[in-house]
């Protein structure tokens, strides 16, 4: 069993930047994929970003790349992302989520992940 914890979102104006953290507790985080997803009003849940469990491989959404970075802390049991150049489209409940696969065409289904956080509201407003 794992409980992931997001923070760090909130309001910010079109261009500005945040970072989202995640925080993990229970079994061994190094042991998981970590995965990015959000949810806008009226919309499916969509991935964002991902990060594997063993070699730190990373994969981004068209829509961020370029601009959001995922990162990983084994040490902390934690994953982070950071968000520049925001735009309004970026406005969504954002959740961080946990798997145990490694396979990069499975990291980016919400059904690879077994473990999910509450999510954390970033706004961003013009």
């Known amino acids: 069993q794992v409980q992931l914890v997001e923070s760090g979102g909130g309001l910010m104006q079109t261009g500005g930047s945040l970072r989202l953290s995640c925080a993990a507790s229970?079994?061994?985080?190094?042991?998981?994929?970590m995965g990015w997803f959000r949810q806008a009003p009226g919309e499916e849940r969509s991935f964002v970003a991902m990060?594997?469990?063993?070699?730190?491989?990373?994969l981004y959404a068209k829509s961020v790349k370029g601009r959001f970075t995922i990162s990983r802390d084994n040490a902390k049991n934690a994953v982070y992302l950071e968000m520049n150049s925001l735009k309004s489209d970026d406005t969504a409940v954002y959740y961080c989520?946990?798997?145990?696969?490694?396979?990069?065409?499975?990291?980016?289904?919400?059904?690879?992940?077994?473990?999910w956080g509450q999510g954390t509201q970033v706004t961003v407003s013009s």
């Open positions: 229970g079994r061994a985080f190094s042991s998981y994929s």
């Open positions: 990060i594997t469990k063993d070699d730190g491989r990373t």
């Open positions: 989520a946990a798997s145990g696969s490694t396979a990069i065409l499975n990291l980016l289904s919400r059904a690879a992940y077994t473990y």
